[in-house]
Nanobody, 115 residues
Framework: QVQLVESGGGLVQPGGSLRLSCAAS????????MGWYRQVPGKQRELVAT???????NYADSVKGRFTISRDNAKNTVYLQMNSPNPEDTAVYYC?????????WGQGTQVTVSS
């Protein structure tokens, strides 16, 4: 079992910045990739960014050049640095971890981009 706890969501102005954090606990040895998805009401959950244990990253086209995913293996934490967000980035952001036994999800954190 893996537990994921997100933090850092909230209200941010367009063009500002915000950093999300996701702390993993439990069977962390089984995690080989972590990442962020987001969801707005009435739409499917969509990929934002992922990072493997080796540091390989992948981003949705809509956030490339603006968002950066990183991880601190010593703290078992993954981050999402959101720069220059726009109102279309408003969503509930979910942290996820892919393990040898399946995928785990955090409870989600709301990000609202508005002036």
């Amino acid at each position: 079992q893996v537990q994921l706890v997100e933090s850092g969501g909230g209200l941010v102005q367009p063009g500002g910045s915000l950093r999300l954090s996701c702390a993993a606990s439990g069977s962390i040895f089984s995690i080989y990739a972590m990442g962020w998805y987001r969801q707005v009401p009435g739409k499917q959950r969509e990929l934002v960014a992922t990072i493997t244990g080796g540091g390989t990253t992948n981003y949705a086209d809509s956030v490339k050049g603006r968002f950066t995913i990183s991880r601190d293996n010593a703290k078992n934490t993954v981050y999402l640095q959101m720069n220059s967000p726009n109102p279309e980035d408003t969503a509930v952001y979910y942290c996820y971890a892919r393990t040898v036994t399946g995928d785990y999800w955090g409870q989600g954190t709301q990000v609202t981009v508005s002036s």
